[in-house]
C-alpha cells in the first residue's frame, strides 16, 4: 500500500496541495531561524510552502492561561479559510515514525483541500475552539520541546516526509 500511495503521490503536480505552519510568536535564537529557514528553503522544491509568525500577545502577565489562549485561538483562526485543513501540532496528537508521516502526507495530497495548515501554538496550548476545527492533531514526540525548537523538528520531518514520497537518499532505510 505504502508503494502504491507513493507511486499515485508522484504523478501529482507538486502545486496542487499547499502547505502552510502557523506559529505564534517570533523566532528569537538566529540558529532556529537559520535552520528553519534551511529547511524552508529545501521544501520549495517539493511544494508551494509558507511559515506565518503569528504575533506573540502582549501584555500577557495581565491575562490567565485561558484568555491567552483564547486570544492566541482568535489570531490563529482568522489565519484559515473555510476549506483549510488543519493539523494541531499537539502533545496530545498522534505520532508518527518518518515513513508513517510521509504516508500520511501523501493521503492528505490525494484526499484534502488544496491548503494544509499545520500549526504551533504558543506555550499555554490551544482554545477549545481551535481544537474544535482542527481536522487532526500530530504529536512530534513524547518529550517536550520548546515552541521555537518544534519550528526545526516540523520542517525537517516535513522536508524528510517529501524525500520520502521521492525516493531520495536523504531518509535512510
Known amino acids: 500500500m505504502h508503494d502504491n500511495l507513493l507511486l499515485n503521490i508522484n504523478s ?8 502552510k505552519l ?4 517570533k523566532t528569537d535564537a538566529n540558529y532556529i531561524a537559520e535552520a528553519v529557514s534551511i529547511y524552508e528553503k529545501r521544501l520549495k ?9 503569528l504575533p506573540d500577545i ?6 490567565n492561561s485561558k484568555q491567552q489562549k483564547e486570544k492566541e485561538g482568535t489570531a490563529i483562526l482568522a489565519q484559515l479559510a473555510d476549506n483549510d485543513d488543519m493539523v494541531l501540532l499537539d502533545e496530545a496528537g498522534k ?3 518518518s ?26 496550548g490551544f482554545s477549545q475552539a481551535v481544537y474544535n476545527r482542527a481536522g487532526a492533531r500530530l504529536s512530534l514526540s513524547p518529550m517536550t520541546f520548546t515552541h521555537q525548537m518544534v ?23
Open 58 to 63: 502582549k501584555n500577557t502577565k495581565n491575562l
Open 95 to 97: 505520532m508518527y515514525t
Open 99 to 124: 515513513i508513517e508521516f510521509s504516508v500520511y502526507l501523501s493521503k492528505k495530497m490525494l484526499t484534502s483541500a488544496k491548503m494544509l495548515v499545520f500549526v504551533i501554538g504558543g506555550s499555554c
Open 12 to 19: 501529482i503536480c507538486n502545486d496542487r496541495m499547499k502547505i
Open 22 to 25: 502557523l506559529a505564534v510568536g
Open 151 to 173: 519550528r526545526i523538528l516540523f520542517v525537517e520531518q516535513l522536508y524528510r516526509a517529501f524525500t520520502i514520497i521521492k525516493g531520495e537518499s536523504y531518509h535512510h532505510i
Open 45 to 53: 522544491h517539493y511544494t508551494s510552502f509558507e511559515i506565518i509568525y
